[in-house]
Structure formats: structure tokens, C-alpha cells
């Protein structure tokens, strides 16, 4: 054999070329990916928020003892049979979702009732009620704060915290 001969494989400048189109790639993608995680989780909320006004509004239908006397009382144990204590209204992960640790994706709920009604065969109620939804995690799980009641109006924080009565009303 004559003359040099050439080694088969990548030199290292070509690699470091390589490794930095990815990073530059990776760059751009993952703040895309982490904002559509975030709008996923608000989706969620608004979503949860709104299957939550239906199953009080079915619990008083129900039960006619207006309203559920927390998130607990609409879930229940699926395949158990429904009671005005456990209503099986909505899913027990949502029933679940009242604290930072066991939010629903990325949200977690707070239910508040307000005056209590008679009790009817053994079952009670509010006559109203409030519930509050905020990021777990706010700018990582969600950016909007959410307020319902019994009017079924949802209402928008843009900062995560939680918002009121009077904050806007989703569009």
C-alpha cells in the first residue's frame, strides 16, 4: 500500500458540529413543548371545573338537598352504589384532587359550601357553593387561576392565584 491511508469514521470537529445542531434543535423544541403542556393543563382545569358544576347540579337533582357538601361526596368508589354520601358523579381522581400532591393534571380544587340545608332522608347540602382551581405549580403546570359557583360562570386569574367572583369570566 501506498500513500496515507484514510481512517474511516467522524473527526471530532464533526461531532461537536452534530452535538450542537442538536442542542440548538433541542433549544427551540422544549419551551414549544413545555408551553403545550401548560395550555393542556389549563384545558384540563376548565374542563374539570365544568364537570364539577354538572355533578352539583345532578347531586341536586338527585338528592333534593341542593348542592354536595364537598368533592368527596360527588365521587365515591366506582361499582358501589350511589348514596348521597358517595353520589359516583365524577371520577375519584378528581373527587381526590383537593391538594398540590393530588392534582389532576397539573390542578388542584377547592370546594366551598355555604348554609347548610334541612336534611332530607338523611342527606344535607349547601344552598350554594364555590370552587376555586389553581396550578399546582404555577408557570410549570399552568399559568390560570379558575373560580366557579352556581351559576355554572367560569372565572380567570392570569398570574395562578386564586380568582373571584369578580375576575373575568372565560370567553
Given at each position: 500500500?501506498?500513500?496515507?491511508?484514510?481512517?474511516?469514521?467522524?473527526?471530532?470537529?464533526?461531532?461537536?458540529?452534530?452535538?450542537?445542531?442538536?442542542?440548538?434543535?433541542?433549544?427551540?423544541?422544549?419551551p414549544n413543548?413545555?408551553?403545550?403542556?401548560?395550555?393542556?393543563?389549563?384545558?384540563?382545569?376548565?374542563?374539570?371545573?365544568?364537570?364539577?358544576?354538572?355533578?352539583?347540579?345532578?347531586?341536586?337533582?338527585?338528592?333534593?338537598?341542593?348542592?354536595?357538601?364537598?368533592?368527596?361526596?360527588?365521587?365515591?368508589?366506582?361499582?358501589?352504589?350511589?348514596?348521597?354520601?358517595?353520589?359516583?358523579?365524577?371520577?375519584?381522581?378528581?373527587?381526590?384532587?383537593?391538594?398540590?400532591a393530588a392534582?389532576?393534571?397539573?390542578?388542584?380544587?377547592?370546594?366551598?359550601?355555604?348554609?347548610?340545608t334541612a336534611?332530607?332522608?338523611?342527606?344535607?347540602?349547601?344552598?350554594?357553593?364555590?370552587?376555586?382551581?389553581?396550578?399546582?405549580?404555577?408557570?410549570?403546570?399552568?399559568?390560570?387561576?379558575?373560580?366557579?359557583?352556581?351559576?355554572?360562570?367560569?372565572?380567570?386569574?392570569?398570574?395562578?392565584?386564586?380568582?373571584?367572583?369578580?375576575?373575568?369570566?372565560?370567553?
Amino acid at each position: 500500500m501506498t500513500g496515507k491511508e484514510k481512517g474511516k469514521g467522524f473527526s471530532l470537529i464533526e461531532l461537536l458540529i452534530v452535538v450542537a445542531i442538536i442542542l440548538i434543535i433541542a433549544a427551540i423544541a422544549i419551551p414549544n413543548l413545555l408551553r403545550a403542556k401548560i395550555a393542556a393543563n389549563e384545558s384540563s382545569g376548565v374542563g374539570s371545573m365544568r364537570t364539577l358544576n354538572t355533578a352539583a347540579v345532578n347531586y341536586y337533582t338527585a338528592w333534593n338537598v341542593q348542592y354536595p357538601t364537598s368533592m368527596a361526596v360527588m365521587g365515591g368508589t366506582p361499582g358501589g352504589t350511589a348514596v348521597c354520601t358517595a353520589a359516583l358523579l365524577i371520577d375519584p381522581v378528581l373527587a381526590g384532587a383537593t391538594t398540590a400532591a393530588a392534582a389532576k393534571s397539573g390542578y388542584y380544587f377547592t370546594y366551598t359550601g355555604a348554609t347548610v340545608t334541612a336534611a332530607i332522608n338523611g342527606c344535607t347540602g349547601w344552598q350554594t357553593y364555590t370552587i376555586v382551581g389553581v396550578p399546582s405549580n404555577i408557570g410549570q403546570t399552568g399559568q390560570h387561576g379558575y373560580f366557579t359557583d352556581q351559576s355554572g360562570v367560569i372565572r380567570f386569574s392570569t398570574n395562578g392565584s386564586a380568582p373571584s367572583v369578580a375576575s373575568p369570566p372565560l370567553q
